[in-house]
């Protein structure tokens, strides 16, 4: 079993930069692959962005590619979203995932364990 708490979400200016964590207790988790998802008032929980078991093969959408980073330190259970040059758009509750398969999938159907989720607010 893997429990995901995210945290780092909060009000910030388009333009601008916040960093998500998201902690996990279970000793598997080092070997499960972990996705970014978000879901906007009114509409479906779309992908962000995803990375293997060891921290490779990163995934993005195209709305995030160039602007997110996500990185993994699997000594402290941590998996990271950096998210820069933020747009009004990027305003949603953002969820971490975790996924038996030790390699990043887009599908939501593909993960296990979900966190409650931190909500992005940008401003414009």
């Known amino acids: 079993q893997v429990q995901l708490v995210e945290s780092g979400g909060g009000l910030v200016q388009a333009g601008g930069s916040l960093r998500l964590s998201c902690v996990a207790s279970?000793?598997?988790?080092?070997?499960?692959?972990v996705g970014w998802f978000r879901q906007a008032p009114g509409k479906e929980r779309e992908f962000v962005a995803a990375i293997s078991w060891i921290g490779s093969s990163p995934l993005y959408a195209d709305s995030v590619k160039g602007r997110f980073t996500i990185s993994r330190d699997n000594a402290k259970n941590t998996v990271y979203l950096q998210m820069n040059s933020l747009k009004s758009e990027d305003t949603a509750v953002y969820y971490c995932?975790?996924?038996?398969?030790?390699?990043?999938?887009?599908?939501?159907?593909?993960?296990?364990?979900w966190g409650q989720g931190t909500q992005v607010t940008v401003s414009s």
């Open positions: 995932a975790a996924a038996r398969n030790r390699y990043p999938s887009k599908a939501l159907s593909e993960y296990d364990y």
């Open positions: 279970g000793r598997t988790f080092s070997t499960y692959a």
